[in-house]
């Protein structure tokens, strides 16, 4: 079981630009969730996906949004990107329990 | 809303001295309660979780916690460190089964020889 993956492992994008960030969930989960990670910082919750709508949602602009695909991966996109949103983000998945499962996540740097 | 809050953001401890690190959670209703490691450049490791029962949960690598409602506290001990357990630890809370977790800044965990 190769866990959860994220790709890419890190990217660098410039003021303004529009970022994809994808992730796979472990064998036999069903939910994802996204968390943005600034330096020093604990995970802060951005969303979550269920049967590929948006279950629930963190304290996020609409510049952040996301897809989950029938085989459960899931995509968060960030549009017009402010430094700001230089950060670690994190997925991770579940099945119907509390036990969450973190991928490495991506680093973010925008110049 | 739930919250954490984590005292101290750095903690150093011996070698083979106790490791105690402190939680403290809000919550509206009865919590379900988490602490995770990371270690540089990698993810969140699950160390142990409180749903409900037992209120002294067993985790990982020897360590365990207490959920004390009375005081609406979660801390992490390991009698004894190790220089491995260097990295940083994050406490969570969480209100539902829909696993909406909140966590605190964390605590910098420092072991030296």
């Known amino acids: 079981d190769a866990g959860v993956t994220q790709s890419p492992t890190h990217l660098i994008k410039t003021r303004g630009q529009q970022v994809t960030l994808r992730c796979s969930p472990k064998s036999g989960h069903d939910t994802v969730s996204w968390y943005q990670q600034a330096l020093g910082q604990g995970p802060q919750f951005i969303f979550q996906?269920?049967?590929?709508?948006?279950?629930q949602r963190g304290n996020f602009p609409d510049r952040f949004s996301g897809h989950q695909f029938p085989n459960y991966s899931s995509e968060l996109n960030v549009n017009a990107l402010l430094l700001g949103d230089s950060a670690l983000y994190l997925c991770a998945s579940s099945y119907n329990v509390h036990e969450q499962y973190f991928g490495p996540g991506t680093r973010l740097t925008v110049t | 809303a739930q919250s954490v809050t984590q005292l101290g953001s750095h903690v150093s401890v011996s070698e083979g001295a106790l490791v105690l690190l402190r939680c403290n959670y809000s919550s509206s209703v009865p919590p379900y309660l988490f602490w995770y490691v990371q270690y540089p450049n990698q993810g969140l490791q699950l160390l142990l979780k409180y749903t409900t029962g037992a209120t002294l949960v067993k985790g990982i690598n020897g360590f365990e916690a207490e959920f004390k409602k009375s005081e609406t506290s979660f801390h992490l001990t390991k009698p004894s460190a190790h220089m491995s357990d260097a990295a940083e630890y994050f406490c969570?809370?969480?209100?539902?089964?829909?696993?909406?977790?909140?966590f605190g800044a964390g605590t910098r965990l420092t072991v030296k020889p």
């Open positions: 969570a809370v969480s209100e539902s089964r829909n696993n909406d977790m909140r």
């Open positions: 996906y269920y049967e590929e709508e948006e279950r």
